[in-house]
Every structure is written in structure tokens, then in C-alpha cells.
T-cell receptor, first 111, second 114 residues
Framework: GEDVEQSLFLSVREGDSSVINCTYT??????LYWYKQEPGAGLQLLTY?????DMKQDQRLTVLLNKKDKHLSLRIADTQTGDSAIYFC???????????FGKGTMLLVSP | NAGVTQTPKFQVLKTGQSMTLQCAQD?????MSWYRQDPGMGLRLIHY???????DQGEVPNGYNVSRSTTEDFPLRLLSAAPSQTSVYFC?????????????FGEGSRLTVL
């Protein structure tokens, strides 16, 4: 993988929807991932999407993939204060030894 | 299942000291890796291993050594600590790299080098 870019910060009110965006550069990505990191903890996989899919929904989470624009987004519906965390976008590219992570988007949810 | 266990959680070193960060997983994962996380830098790969006896360098390997004598353990050694190695270190493992490639992370080891 090459570069994975994310905005660094997002602030929303409880109950609103949150949309976290990510762009990547390697068109040979096979899987794209969203990981969540809560304070003082490691990263946990939230969801992933295979590169031949446009959308994946999992309860409050919706992942949209625009492969032409190399753009990935994560929508969290009815955002709760417990969703406050850092969200990392990552891509898996054949032949690379690791996932390539973005720098993370800090989501702050206020009551 | 304990998952990925890292020790210690916190460590303070003086410049020039050496130490080992321990990582163990009980999921029979072939792939293990070490990352460091620094503010504004995201996660950077230090070293990784695709199986017992096999290790390779990642993006930022200088100043670190690894070995993989068993499937379960993947220790990270700091040979002569420097203030630039102040960071949070994460060990991660997966069943195999590629395919879904889900990484399972430890809780992290916060290292301060004075």
C-alpha cells in the first residue's frame, strides 16, 4: 500500500450521524478496513469491505466504497458517547507485509 | 481466550538501557507484527513474522531486534534505548496475512526513554 489519508478530527452531537472519510492510493487493494481504538487500548476491527463491493451495512455502521475515486467512508448512525474513539482506515494490498493504516480520525461525541 | 498479551504495559528507561517487550498470542496465528504509534504518525510497522523462525523488517526497524522461536511468542528487543523510541508499542497477530487479514492487537506497551 502507499498512502491512506484521513481527516484528523470530527466532532458530533449524540444522536447525530457521523461520517468518517478515507482516501487511498493503491488500486490493487483487496480489502479495506475500519478499526476502532478506544483510549488506552489497542485497535479492534469494526468492519471491512471487499474491494468489489460498493456498500456494506452492519447494524449502525455503513461502509461505502467508491473504487473509481479510491474513497472509503464509515457512517455511524445515531452516534453515542461510547463511539468516541480514534477510527483508523486501513487497506490490504497483495504482496505487502502489513495493512497500510491511515493516521486515524478522532471522533468526539458530545451529549 | 486471552488473545494477544503484551508486557509490560508501562516502562521507563534511561538512554542506553536495553529491554525486551514481550508479546504472546494463544490463537495459533502464523503472522505476528510490532507497530509503534506516535502522535500524528499513525501506526508504523517495525518488524513482522510470517511463522516460527521467520522474521523481516518493516518500515522503521532500526534500533529494534526480534526473534520468533515459537508460534506463540514474538518479543521485541530495544538494544540501546534512545529518546526517539519513546512511543506506544503494539503487537498484533493474524491467522494469515492477506485475505481478510484481520489483525488482533494487544493492549499496548507505553515506553518512555529519558
Amino acid at each position: 500500500g502507499e498512502d491512506v489519508e484521513q481527516s484528523l478530527f470530527l466532532s458530533v452531537r449524540e444522536g447525530d450521524s457521523s461520517v468518517i472519510n478515507c482516501t487511498y492510493t493503491d488500486s490493487s487493494s483487496t480489502y479495506l478496513y475500519w478499526y476502532k481504538q478506544e483510549p488506552g487500548a489497542g485497535l479492534q476491527l469494526l468492519t471491512y469491505i471487499f474491494s468489489n463491493m460498493d456498500m456494506k451495512q452492519d447494524q449502525r455502521l455503513t461502509v461505502l466504497l467508491n473504487k473509481k475515486d479510491k474513497h472509503l467512508s464509515l457512517r455511524i448512525a445515531d452516534t453515542q458517547t461510547g463511539d468516541s474513539a480514534i477510527y483508523f482506515c486501513a487497506e490490504s494490498v497483495p504482496g505487502y507485509s502489513t495493512l497500510t493504516f491511515g493516521k486515524g480520525t478522532m471522533l468526539l461525541v458530545s451529549p | 481466550n486471552a488473545g494477544v498479551t503484551q508486557t509490560p504495559k508501562f516502562q521507563v528507561l534511561k538512554t542506553g538501557q536495553s529491554m525486551t517487550l514481550q508479546c504472546a498470542q494463544d490463537m495459533n496465528h502464523e503472522y505476528m507484527s510490532w507497530y509503534r504509534q506516535d502522535p500524528g504518525m499513525g501506526l508504523r510497522l517495525i518488524h513482522y513474522s510470517v511463522g516460527a523462525g521467520i522474521t523481516d523488517q518493516g518500515e522503521v526497524p532500526n534500533g529494534y531486534n526480534v526473534s520468533r522461536s515459537t508460534t506463540e511468542d514474538f518479543p521485541l528487543r530495544l538494544l540501546s534505548a534512545a529518546p526517539s523510541q519513546t512511543s506506544v508499542y503494539f503487537c498484533a497477530s493474524s491467522y494469515s496475512h492477506g485475505d481478510t487479514g484481520e489483525l488482533f492487537f494487544g493492549e499496548g506497551s507505553r515506553l518512555t526513554v529519558l
